[in-house]
C-alpha cells in the first residue's frame, strides 16, 4: 500500500513539516532525532533543518527514496531505515528525541512500540506525537477506517507509562498536508519527557 502511495510524482502528504512538530519541535533536546513513519521525508528534512542528527525509518522503500531527494533538495543529512515498525528495535537509550506523526499501526504493534519508546529515549529525552483519535472515522477527512490504529489520551497514558506528559490533550483542528489529510480532523497531540533522573 505505501509503496504504491509515495510513488507519484508529487509528496502525498506534501514537503512542509506537520503544524504540530513545527509548533513545538523546540521542545526536543538537540542531538539525535528518530521519526518514526517517516515516509516521504518531510518531518525529517525540517528537523534536520533545525540542527538536528535525524534518523528517519520507514516500511516504504518508495517513501525513504523520496526522503532521500528531499532532504538532497534541501541540503541537509539524513539516516534513512528501510524497517517493519513491527520489528525494529528502536535501541536503549539512544534517543534524545522521538517523533510520531500519525503513525497509524495496529494496537499490538503499536504497544510494543512505545513501550520501547519508554526505554529508547535518553534520561531527559522527549517524543513529540500527533496522532488520529477514533472520532476521526466519522471526519472522512484522512487517517484510515480503522479505529485500532488511533489514538486517545487514555491509550497514549496506558503505553507511554513512565514517561511525564508535558501536554497532552485531544481535539478537532484543521490538517491540511498534501491530498491524503485534508480537513478538520479529530487528533490527539502528546509531549513526554523520559525522566533525566532515570539511568
Not at 510520531?100 to 494496537?107: D, E, H, R, T, V
Request: charged fraction near 20%.
Amino acid at each position: 500500500m505505501w509503496d504504491e502511495r509515495y510513488s507519484g510524482k508529487n509528496y502525498a502528504y506534501g514537503t512542509e513539516p506537520n503544524d504540530f512538530l513545527k509548533e513545538k519541535f523546540s521542545e526536543l533536546p538537540k542531538g539525535n532525532v528518530l521519526c518514526l513513519a517517516e515516509g516521504e521525508g518531510r518531518n525529517a528534512v525540517f528537523l534536520a533543518e533545525q540542527g538536528f542528527a535525524v534518523t528517519a525509518v520507514d516500511l516504504s522503500a518508495v517513501g525513504l527514496d523520496k526522503a532521500r531527494s528531499l532532504a538532497a533538495s534541501r541540503g541537509v543529512p539524513l539516516i534513512l531505515i528501510h524497517a517493519d515498525l513491527a520489528e525494529f528495535d528502536l535501541g536503549l537509550n539512544q534517543w534524545d528525541g522521538i517523533v510520531s506523526i500519525f503513525c497509524a499501526l495496529p494496537s499490538p504493534i503499536r504497544r510494543r512500540m512505545h513501550k520501547q519508546v519508554v526505554n529508547a529515549l535518553k534520561p531527559g529525552g522527549s517524543i513529540i506525537i500527533e496522532a488520529y483519535t477514533p472520532q476521526q472515522v466519522e471526519n472522512n477527512t484522512g487517517g484510515g477506517k480503522d479505529p485500532d490504529q488511533m489514538q486517545t489520551i487514555l491509550s497514549l497514558k496506558q503505553e507511554l507509562s513512565g514517561l511525564s506528559f508535558t501536554h497532552l490533550i485531544e481535539k478537532q483542528r484543521d490538517v491540511n498536508e498534501g491530498i491524503y489529510h485534508t480537513g478538520l480532523s479529530a487528533i490527539v497531540q502528546a509531549i513526554a519527557f523520559k525522566d533525566p533522573d532515570i539511568t
